[in-house]
């Protein structure tokens, strides 16, 4: 995707070292964070200078692949990249892949990070070619959170087709969800939209049955973060209050992922593990002033504790459809050969 006319990839590698758009500092400074070695990737990962399922998957592929490359102790590197966040399918896809080519060589390593890498580009691209058929013109979209391409290479998952439908000349219009606690729809989605010129208004989270209510939005799209064999998905926490409104308003509900997000080994949503973050990301904020300085300011009552799940998980029976690079998928069609 464009960044001010020149064509940027979320995550990408540069001989040994990775490359990456930093994302906290999104969407009030543009800047590229860089890592030396695996370590450094790791620490990215876990302070979300890069965030979203297919990034951090390319992200620990790259870490792994770095390991080898510096002749660390990759059985320990492992451990580290595995442990960075727990949610995320793509993450131990990426990192388990690399590990395994790693065994023979760091070239193949390091190759196979770069496939891993294309192919979660090229998902995108396919998901947008079959989303797009999808999105009747006029559509007014509601999506969650930051499923566009800052969450992947390029491309993204739930906002690959609203592009493709954009570029048709569709006339579409997107709602987005804030997203709160970190704001990855007001800060993200919001601001990939805005450089892509796609029409879109922010809402404020609890926001969405208003407008469904009135019949502002006409389908959902979200991404998901792991999608169990029998088709529950994981995704940024609030999704699954969407999903039950969309079913109570008779509005369609999509899941845009990979293939590589469906792990036939996770029967249901149950046996998904729930990243829990830090509570400050609900107690405080972070933004710019009239003056373009950055504070990180108290939003909460001084003392209070805050809980802060980072995802929840959609049952199946809520989701329309998956749309994946393969096709559009029911949940009794995700099978195990979509999930190599
Ligand atoms: O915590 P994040 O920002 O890494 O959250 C992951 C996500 O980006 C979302 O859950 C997204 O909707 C699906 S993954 C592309």
Redesign the pocket.
Known sequence: MKVNGVHYKTIWMESAEVLMIDQNKLPFEFSIHRCSDYKATCRAIVN?TV????A?GAAAGFAMAQAFMSKADTEKARLEINST?PT?RDLFYASEKVFAAGVHSPALAQQAALDIALENENAGRNIGILGNELIKPGARILT????GWL??VDYG??LAPVYAAHKAGKNIHVYVDETRP?G?GARLTAWELHNEGVPHTIIPDNAAALLMAKGMIDMVI????RIASNGDAA??IG?LEKAILAKHYGIPFYIAAPSSTIDMNTLTGNDIIIEERSQDEVLKQTGIDDHGNMHTILVASPGSPAYNP??DVTLAELITGYITEKGVLTAGHLTPSLSS
């Open positions: 979300m965030r979203g399922a297919g951090i966040r995320a969650h959170c930051n499923a969450a992947f998952s739930a970190r990855q979200t991404g998901a973060d995704n940024k999704t980072a995802f």
